[in-house]
């Protein structure tokens, strides 16, 4: 075969003028030429393991022809002869050794990025006479880069970058020959040593990678040779060193970053030639001196960065003319004097870093009109001044730091206009007068911080608005009042310490990471939501009177009053107006032991300020009123709207007792979950009962129904909730017209709302909750056809301290499997219940065994649309795996 090839390579040129011959002879040529090289990738495929072989199906000699051009990944010249190999982002682990380069005399283009090739860079890829373009990133390459690679005289484009266990030095002999090289990317490799200056024989370099190495010494002079350099990463080594003032001659420099080195020495002022630069990245050095005032002839400039350094002196005025600056971080150098004024002109800036420094200036002059900007942090500096109203026109501004400054003055209410703020730091300032409402719009805040200032005044009930608030800490001021019981249940860290605050611990602050309310005045129980925690009692100390189960601290219950907790839902009526529910204790009744009372209060904000909230009032003398609902509701009013529970007004029974429905005075709707008299007196009835108060009290969420309120006496137990339109799931699936209205959205989005409530309850919620009696029933709807998982009265709190064990409860169907044998509670039996109800709102009911092609509730034509189906398929693969019969297997929520 081989002596074959010999023979027609050598005829062919001896017979091109004969047209009818030499057409013959090509075609032998370029098969002799071809089967060479199909023979070099079939024995590479060879050595590959048999999966990653299976890869390359198009990689086979079948047919009649022996030509490997219309293999996958493989490019011919007109000859038939391959001039490309580019395999990129196929998973191979082979080696390149194994590729027999000698047999690919035209190859041009190599690229084998992200092909999981190991082993060493093979020294007869010097073969590769004509290779262009070389691509061997993202491999597990080792060893160091052979000499050979020199050979390849005409390499444009030459990346091996990302090969992390490539070693050794870079040696000067590679770049004698590349003189055609434009980019080379040699970064995230294992280089160490320092760059060779020869490296300025590469005169037609544009992009230059050495980044995230390990070189070290200096910065070759000779780089100042490159001035077709358009890119020049040093970033991230060793190197120790002046900046040349070479650097200037590259003026066709754009990006340049030289950061996290270990660079000495002054900025120099030659830079200010490379006037085409839109980055420039000299952070995490050693840098010293002044910012030269040249910068301001770089007009590109997009992003400075030079945080890190000990930059000192001011800021060159100049710097305004950067008037397309987006990102400036000057961080963490002695930088002084003021700098504000020169940013008023740069529109464009996004970023602005200039905390840690020792910038001196008045905040008030600070503010131009910024529409783009969106981080700021001026934090621990000498900035003084009040802050300007003009805040409120930077309308992207998502954090905003400027702690540890001299602020003085009052908090503009103007910062209610920064609706995007996630991110508020204005603490360890001089900042006087009250937190403004505003506050309350800023409905993205996740981190608010205005500790150790002068604040007085109350924490605005606004702040209740702030629903993604993770982090507050106002501690170390003079603020006054009661701490708002509606703060949202996402706190995690909360911080309120040293403040005059009064009142009780509201109950909403349940499942918070870290919390501190010491040095204030407040008395009453810490709940216990909170005593779960374990918090330190140092958290506590320091108030006017708590009581509670933490250590240190006296019971709540020696003294003959009762003190029960109520949930606490934010209600928002359609004028806006808030109804909050208020928490209270009463002292038990002679004749009646405990009752409770919860009440609903209309107020304003200004009405709190002035009058004090009112406690359920007394009716009928001794009968402790229930409900005061809009300021006007009773439990006379319940009585009334049901007339005494009468039968007409049942619309169901739950896990037990019956549920009515309740129109109040006010026109709200509301349900009520009554036990019945001989039901009253079962202790597990009660049991129930008071674990579903126990449970909806500590947790809320959007897909789990609201608990408005209860009454838990002996002669009347009932629990007062959120009222659903459209009943239970499972009514709703077995009514006709209800079924068809129920499209596929309105399933799959029913589906992830029980996912979200179960998720929320299993993972969000400590301990654990487990509901153990999910199924179709339970899950109520809402006019707009929201789920809301109800009916908590078998729910358990997985409490790792104590067994759990248990006896079987839930709904026969939607019990997981392991009950039967093992009695042990995991939220994986949530898990199974959730499939079942998952297949049963596909199906339309529930069915002993599944056919996945009748899976489908049939009243509903298939889902049309691609994006719909995917949603119903993958929602099917769910419920499958939720119910498989292993729990250990079976997907958390
Ligand atoms: C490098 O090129 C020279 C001359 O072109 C050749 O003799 C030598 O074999 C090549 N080296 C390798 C390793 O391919
Ligand atoms: C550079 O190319 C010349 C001529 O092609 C060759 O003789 C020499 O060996 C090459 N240098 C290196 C270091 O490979
Ligand atoms: C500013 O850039 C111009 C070219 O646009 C150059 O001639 C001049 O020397 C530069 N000035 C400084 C101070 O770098
Ligand atoms: C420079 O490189 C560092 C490290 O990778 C990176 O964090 C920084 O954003 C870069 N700076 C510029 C201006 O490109
Ligand atoms: C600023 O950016 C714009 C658009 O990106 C560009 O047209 C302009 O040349 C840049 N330079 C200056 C100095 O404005
Ligand atoms: C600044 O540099 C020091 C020392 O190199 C390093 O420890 C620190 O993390 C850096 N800080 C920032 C903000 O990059
Ligand atoms: C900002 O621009 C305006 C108008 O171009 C100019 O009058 C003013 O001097 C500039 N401000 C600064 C601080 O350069
Ligand atoms: C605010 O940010 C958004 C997205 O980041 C951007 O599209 C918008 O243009 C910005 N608004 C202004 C006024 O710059
Ligand atoms: C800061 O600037 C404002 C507005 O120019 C001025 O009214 C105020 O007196 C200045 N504050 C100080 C402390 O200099």
């Not at 020869?198 to 995230?212: A, P, R, T």
């Not at 001659?249 to 006037?275: D, E, F, R, T």
């Not at 006087?432 to 200032?453: C, F, K, M, T």
């Not at 399933?747 to 153990?772: E, F, Q, W």
Request: aromatic share 8%; hydrophobic share 40%; with cysteine.
């Amino acid at each position: 075969m081989s002596s074959n090839i010999q023979l027609s390579m050598a005829s062919s040129s001896s017979l091109l003028l004969n047209v009818v011959t030499w057409s013959t002879i090509f075609l032998s040529f370029a098969t002799s030429e071809s089967s060479s090289e199909a023979q070099a990738l079939l024995d590479w495929k060879a050595s590959f393991n048999e999966f990653e072989q299976s890869n390359l199906r198009s990689w086979s000699m079948s047919g009649r022809t022996s030509s490997p051009c219309k293999w996958f990944g493989i490019i011919c010249n007109q000859a038939g002869s391959v001039t490309g190999i580019s395999l990129s982002e196929m998973i191979l682990y082979g080696k390149l050794d194994d590729l027999n380069f000698f047999s690919f005399p035209n190859l041009v283009r190599l690229s084998l990025s992200s092909c999981r090739l190991c082993g060493a860079i093979p020294a007869h890829i010097g073969a590769l006479s004509k290779l262009t373009h070389l691509d061997l990133s993202g491999n597990d390459f080792f060893g160091k880069l052979p000499l050979a690679l020199a050979n390849l005289t005409q390499i444009v484009e030459l990346d091996i970058s990302k090969n992390y266990y490539i070693e050794g030095e870079l040696d000067p002999r590679l770049f004698t020959n590349w003189t055609k090289l434009t980019s080379l990317q040699l970064q995230s490799t294992g280089l160490s040593g320092s760059i060779p200056s020869e490296i300025g024989n590469l005169i037609n370099l544009v992009q230059l990678d050495l980044s995230h190495n390990k070189l070290s010494g200096s910065i070759p002079l000779t780089l100042g040779d490159l001035s077709s350099l358009t890119t020049l990463f040093l970033h991230s080594n060793q190197l120790h060193s002046l900046i040349p003032s070479k650097v200037g001659n590259l003026k066709n420099l754009v990006q340049l970053n030289l950061s996290y080195n270990n660079l000495i020495g002054p900025i120099p002022p030659a830079i200010g030639n490379c006037n085409n630069l839109v980055q420039l990245g000299l952070s995490n050095n050693f840098l010293s001196g002044p910012i030269p005032y040249t910068i301001g002839n770089c007009s590109n400039l997009s992003t400075l960065d030079l945080s890190n350094n000990t930059l000192s002196g001011a800021i060159p005025p100049a710097i305004v003319s950067c008037s397309n600056l987006t990102n400036l971080d000057l961080s963490y150098n002695t930088l002084s004097g003021p700098i504000l004024k020169s940013l008023t002109n740069c529109t464009y800036l996004h970023t602005i870093q200039l905390q840690g420094n020792l910038f001196v200036d008045n905040i008030t002059e600070a503010y131009g009109v910024h529409p783009y900007l969106s981080h700021i942090d001026l934090s621990y500096n000498r900035f003084y001044g009040k802050l300007s109203p003009d805040l409120g026109k930077c309308p992207n501004l998502t954090s905003l730091q400027i702690q540890g400054n001299d602020i003085s003055g009052a908090i503009p209410d103007e910062l209610g206009w920064l609706t995007e703020l996630q991110y508020l730091d204005l603490s360890s300032n001089q900042l006087v007068g009250e937190i403004p409402l505003g506050i309350g719009s800023l409905s993205y805040l996740r981190h608010l911080d205005l500790s150790r200032n002068k604040l007085s005044g109350p924490i605005p009930e606004e702040l209740e608005n702030c629903s993604n608030l993770k982090y507050l800490r106002l501690s170390n001021n003079y603020l006054i009042g009661k701490i708002p019981s509606q703060l949202d249940s996402n706190l995690v860290n909360l911080n309120l310490s040293h403040n005059n605050l009064s009142g009780t611990i509201p109950y909403s602050l349940s499942n918070i990471a870290s919390i501190d309310l010491s040095y204030n005045d407040l008395e009453g129980p810490i709940p216990d939501s909170i005593t779960l925690g374990y918090y330190p009692p140092e958290a506590f100390s320091n108030n006017k009177g708590l009581c509670g189960k933490a250590k240190g601290f006296p019971s709540c219950f020696s003294s003959p009053t009762a003190i029960v907790v109520s949930p606490t839902p934010i209600v928002k009526t359609k004028k806006g107006h808030k109804v909050m529910i208020f928490v209270t204790a009463s002292l038990c009744n002679a004749m009646f032991l405990a009752c409770v009372i919860v009440g609903f209060l209309l107020f304003s904000r200004r009405k709190m300020r002035n009058t004090q909230i009112g406690i359920g009032k007394k009716k009928n003398g001794d009968l402790l009123s229930i409900w005061n609902y809009d300021g006007t509701i009773a439990y006379e009013d319940i009585i009334k709207a049901t007339e005494d529970f009468d039968i007409k007004y049942c619309i169901g029974t739950g896990g037990y007792g019956s549920v009515y429905r309740a129109e109040l005075p006010t026109g709200k709707t509301v349900a009520l979950k009554k036990l019945n008299g001989l039901e009253g007196e079962d202790p597990a009835y009660q049991k129930s009962f008071k674990t579903e108060i126990r449970v909806l009290t500590a947790i809320r969420h959007r897909n789990i129904v609201k608990l408005h309120g209860f009454c838990s006496h002996q002669r009347c137990m009932f629990l007062v909730y959120e009222y659903m339109e459209r009943g239970s799931l499972f009514c709703v699936l077995r009514t006709e017209i209800e079924a068809a209205e129920l499209d596929w959205i309105k399933r799959v989005n029913i589906i992830k709302g029980v996912a979200h409530a179960l998720s929320y309850m299993h993972h969000d919620c400590t301990p654990p909750i487990i509901h153990r009696d999910i199924s179709s029933s339970n899950v109520l709807l809402d006019s707009e056809l929201q789920a809301y998982v109800s009916d908590f009265g078998t729910a358990r709190l997985l409490d790792p301290d104590s067994s759990n064990q248990t006896i079987l409860v839930g709904t026969y169907g939607y019990i997981a499997p392991e009950l039967a044998y093992s009695m042990i509670v995991t939220e994986k039996n949530d898990v199974y219940s959730f499939g079942v109800v998952t297949l049963e709102t596909l199906m339309g009911s529930v069915a002993k065994t599944i056919m996945l092609n009748d899976v489908l509730d049939p009243r509903l034509s298939p889902p049309a649309d691609q994006l719909v189906a995917q949603d119903v398929v993958s929602v099917v693969m769910l419920a499958l795996a939720c119910l498989r019969s292993d729990p250990r297997s079976r997907p958390t929520m």
